[in-house]
């Protein structure tokens, strides 16, 4: 098991790396986020994202929307912590347009940073008011709720149930079983922790986290390396959101959901405008807002077999997939989470796991 995990761990490295240098079309993201702004390799057919989207999911949508319009889409491809790091690092010199992906807590923070440009899509008409930024800077896009992904043959070899609780996942019988993400650079991880601090209390939290600690197999940089983790039969619960976890099934693997029954947070999916990006790209910004705020472009998610629920009523999802109103999400505060996602990032790398040396 140990060798079997290091193999894996040099793969999902590899994987990250490769993601990291490759953008969408052909070009690599350092090429599309050029030290002009974007303005060496972006025209009026052009646009620069930075996507918390995984690399084979978000081409998808990308080609799909150059068929539509015409725009080249480049990007580059980053957890969500990561993405809103490098955007507050650029904060002075934008090199890209769009930030793609990601639960509204980064939206949030990154509004607060001054670091997004104020833009709601017209689409939006068809979109649930409890789902919409009351500030009117962010656009939501999709939402999800966090699960607990099973590897079914390991349960069915061990001969145990599912767990339904929070308080299930302390069981010694998972010892160097279960798999997250660091919420220091993933969006899911973060989720994870805002929504056990706000079941179980900003003291009683760490009790229970370091004894949570003691079953983790490892902490991931995204998160959706922690389902994949899960399909490979390297641990057997991932702590992740239900469209992340179900999407290793559309390739075969014996992955299944539980849900705890005493709660579970859920995000809100966003898009915005980055402040001062490339301004020969705006317009196309907001085309591509537009378009993924639109049946059209939520349509692809069931299309290309994504169990993202899609946020426009209008928009058919996928044959499968977990609506929030059919489990037990907490009313998650988000607001709160985004303001308090430094103190309690800080807290966990402090008290619990360390990102460093991430995989």
Same mark, same amino acid.
């Given at each position: 098991?140990?060798?079997?995990?290091?193999?894996?761990?040099?793969?999902?490295?590899?994987?990250?790396s490769l993601?990291?240098?490759?953008?969408?079309?052909?070009?690599?993201?350092?090429d599309a986020?050029?030290d002009?702004?974007g303005?060496?390799t972006?025209?009026s057919?052009e646009?620069?994202?930075?996507?918390?989207?995984p690399e084979?999911e978000v081409?998808y949508?990308?080609?799909?929307?150059?068929?539509?319009t015409?725009?080249?889409?480049?990007?580059?491809?980053?957890?969500a *912590?990561?993405? #809103?790091?490098r955007? &507050?690092?650029?904060?002075?010199?934008?090199?890209?347009? +769009?930030?793609?992906?990601?639960?509204t807590?980064?939206?949030?923070?990154?509004s607060?940073?001054?670091?997004?440009?104020?833009?709601?899509?017209?689409?939006?008409?068809?979109?649930?008011?409890n789902?919409l930024?009351?500030?009117g800077?962010?656009?939501?896009i999709?939402?999800g709720?966090?699960?607990?992904a099973c590897?079914r043959?390991?349960f069915?070899d061990?001969?145990?149930?599912?767990?339904t609780?929070?308080d299930?996942l302390?069981?010694?019988?998972?010892?160097?079983?279960?798999?997250?993400a660091?919420p220091?650079?993933?969006?899911?991880?973060?989720?994870?922790?805002?929504?056990?601090?706000?079941?179980?209390?900003?003291?009683?939290v760490?009790?229970?986290?370091?004894?949570?600690?003691?079953?983790?197999s490892?902490?991931?940089?995204?998160g959706?390396?922690?389902?994949? *983790?899960?399909a #490979?039969?390297e641990? &057997?619960?991932?702590?992740t959101f239900s469209?992340?976890? +179900?999407q290793?099934?559309?390739?075969?693997y014996?992955?299944e959901?539980?849900?705890?029954?005493?709660?579970?947070?859920?995000e809100?999916?966003a898009?915005a405008l980055?402040?001062g990006?490339?301004?020969?790209e705006?317009?196309?910004?907001?085309?591509?807002?537009?378009?993924?705020?639109?049946?059209e472009?939520?349509?692809?998610?069931?299309?290309?077999?994504?169990?993202?629920?899609?946020t426009n009523?209008?928009?058919?999802?996928?044959d499968?997939l977990?609506t929030?109103?059919?489990?037990?999400?907490?009313?998650?505060?988000?607001?709160w989470?985004?303001e308090?996602?430094?103190?309690?990032v800080a807290?966990?790398?402090a008290?619990?796991?360390?990102?460093e040396?991430l995989?």
């Amino acid at each position: 098991m140990k060798k079997t995990k290091r193999i894996f761990a040099l793969l999902l490295t590899l994987a990250m790396s490769l993601a990291l240098l490759t953008g969408c079309g052909g070009g690599s993201g350092d090429d599309a986020a050029t030290d002009e702004g974007g303005g060496e390799t972006s025209g009026s057919n052009e646009l620069t994202v930075y996507t918390a989207f995984p690399e084979a999911e978000v081409a998808y949508y990308f080609n799909a929307f150059e068929e539509a319009t015409g725009i080249h889409v480049n990007s580059l491809r980053l957890s969500a *912590g990561e993405m #809103l790091t490098r955007v &507050a690092a650029e904060k002075d010199n934008p090199q890209a347009s +769009l930030m793609f992906g990601g639960s509204t807590d980064n939206y949030i923070a990154a509004s607060n940073q001054g670091l997004l440009e104020a833009y709601q899509s017209p689409e939006l008409s068809n979109t649930p008011e409890n789902y919409l930024d009351p500030d009117g800077v962010w656009n939501p896009i999709y939402v999800g709720a966090i699960a607990f992904a099973c590897n079914r043959d390991w349960f069915a070899d061990q001969g145990y149930d599912y767990p339904t609780s929070w308080d299930d996942l302390l069981d010694p019988k998972y010892q160097d079983m279960i798999i997250m993400a660091h919420p220091a650079t993933s969006g899911t991880a973060y989720t994870v922790l805002a929504t056990l601090i706000q079941l179980k209390g900003e003291d009683a939290v760490w009790d229970y986290l370091t004894e949570l600690d003691k079953n983790m197999s490892q902490y991931t940089k995204s998160g959706s390396a922690a389902p994949n *983790g899960v399909a #490979l039969g390297e641990a &057997a619960i991932a702590l992740t959101f239900s469209h992340d976890g +179900l999407q290793p099934t559309t390739e075969g693997y014996p992955i299944e959901l539980s849900f705890p029954t005493d709660g579970t947070g859920y995000e809100v999916g966003a898009m915005a405008l980055i402040k001062g990006g490339p301004a020969e790209e705006q317009e196309n910004a907001k085309k591509f807002i537009d378009f993924m705020c639109s049946a059209e472009g939520q349509n692809l998610y069931a299309e290309n077999n994504s169990f993202r629920v899609p946020t426009n009523s209008e928009a058919t999802p996928a044959d499968g997939l977990v609506t929030l109103d059919s489990v037990a999400v907490i009313d998650y505060d988000a607001v709160w989470a985004a303001e308090h996602k430094d103190e309690f990032v800080a807290q966990f790398e402090a008290n619990i796991a360390s990102s460093e040396n991430l995989e």
